[in-house]
């Protein structure tokens, strides 16, 4: 029980630095460039890390690999700077509200999946459980639906609380197994509780690129 409240202590407060790096950033054009190119280039730099240690044979394919990644965070960053920079405040409200889906996702199922343990959701990343998929998606709910239940339907919050949880968890999933194949534990050492920016991101950038695709449609 130790060991998993140091765990889960140094993840909620990694969490709680990235957030409010994030909403002093709204504030600050100037930092939120600086915080939007860092990231870029960090996480950019770890994928092609995992990546080259996966296809160190295959030049053509790594190469091609790293235009579509570069390609998806580069999305990814226009939406986050123009969702803060909008006149609209609606779409930085819903650039936290997916943040917040993903950072809860995270927490949510770290802690059920260490108290509950159970049965292995996949092969490919063993530290996912049936319990901390459950757990992901009940914290996410119970928390972001009180924190955004003024600004969507009921009905469509929920839904879109689940959809974008489970895009977090599957980024989460999809970054496990690139490690397993690159053999390393984590991508980086930059994040206590968490390894690299990726290990911190990948369900972040999945939620987004989801989240950003919905609000077409809302």
């Not at 130790?2 to 950033?25: K, M």
């Not at 996480?43 to 570069?70: A, D, P």
């Not at 999305?75 to 889906?101: A, C, E, K, P, V």
């Not at 992901?136 to 955004?148: A, E, G, H, K, R």
Request: glycine letters at 6%.
């Amino acid at each position: 029980m130790g060991v998993l409240l140091t765990e889960l202590n140094r993840r909620i407060f990694t969490s709680i630095v990235l957030l409010t790096i994030s909403v002093l950033a709204v504030y600050s054009k100037f930092l939120l460039f600086f915080v939007l190119i860092f990231c870029f280039y960090q996480v950019f730099f770890e994928f092609f890390c995992l990546f080259k240690n996966i296809l160190k044979n295959n030049k053509s394919k790594l190469f091609i690999i790293l235009i579509f990644i570069l390609l998806l965070l580069g999305y990814s960053l226009l939406f986050i700077w123009t969702s803060l920079n909008s006149d609209n405040s609606f779409n930085s409200i819903y650039l936290f509200f997916l943040i917040m889906i993903s950072i809860s996702t995270d927490i949510g199922g770290y802690i059920f999946g260490k108290l509950f343990k159970g049965k292995k959701l996949i092969t490919i990343s063993p530290n996912k459980t049936y319990s901390g998929m459950i757990g992901s998606f009940i914290t996410s709910i119970l928390v972001v639906y009180l924190i955004f239940m003024d600004y969507f339907d009921n009905v469509i919050l929920l839904i879109l609380i689940i959809l974008i949880s489970a895009a977090s968890q599957i980024g989460d999933i999809f970054i496990s197994y690139i490690k397993r194949l690159s053999n390393v534990k984590d991508t980086g050492i930059l994040l206590p509780g968490h390894g690299g920016l990726l290990d911190r991101f990948d369900g972040i950038i999945f939620a987004i690129i989801l989240g950003s695709i919905i609000k077409i449609f809302i």
